[in-house]
Structure formats: structure tokens, C-alpha cells
């Protein structure tokens, strides 16, 4: 089962997951994928966004794919951001 690295980060409303690897991924019918990023608007949705994301452009069923968090935490700045409409981080 494949794993892949996601980078979770806040922009306004949304939660911006960056896929490595995904940008140029090449398909098995010759398509190229532009782009490594997909977004979520809960926290508690960012796991299946980004296992629905890389099952879209991989053509791997999505109960095949686990995802493991990339600690980005050392460039956090200010207090963890809350999961609220309107909240917002500190840079």
C-alpha cells in the first residue's frame, strides 16, 4: 500500500495539502498531472481530501492509499490555528 507525504497549511478558510510527488506524476495512459495540491475546508477533512486527490491522479482505489503528515510545525509562527471559519495565523 502506498504512503505519501502530505504538507498541511492554513490560507484563510482553507487547508492547502501539498501532495509530494504528485506535481508531473505520470499516468499510466501518458497524461501528466500539473500540480501538487488539493484543499480541504475542515481540519477533519484533510485526510480524505488528500487520499481522494492522489486516488484521482494516480487511478489507485482510494482504500489503498495511506497519507502521513510532513511536521512543518518548526515554521509555525504564534499559536496553532484553530479550526474555525474566520480564523487566521499570525506571520
Do not use: H, K
Request: charged content about 25%.
Amino acid at each position: 500500500m502506498p504512503t505519501y507525504d502530505i504538507e498541511v497549511t492554513r490560507d484563510g478558510r482553507w487547508w492547502m495539502i501539498t501532495v509530494a510527488g504528485l506535481d508531473g506524476y505520470v499516468a499510466a495512459d501518458g497524461s501528466v498531472n500539473i500540480g501538487d495540491t488539493t484543499q480541504a475546508r475542515f481540519r477533519t477533512e484533510i485526510e480524505d481530501m488528500a487520499r481522494d486527490y492522489i486516488a484521482t491522479v494516480t487511478n489507485t482505489p482510494v482504500d489503498d492509499i495511506e497519507v502521513q503528515r510532513v511536521d512543518t510545525s518548526r515554521l509555525a509562527v504564534g499559536p496553532p490555528l484553530a479550526d474555525t471559519p474566520g480564523s487566521s495565523c499570525r506571520l
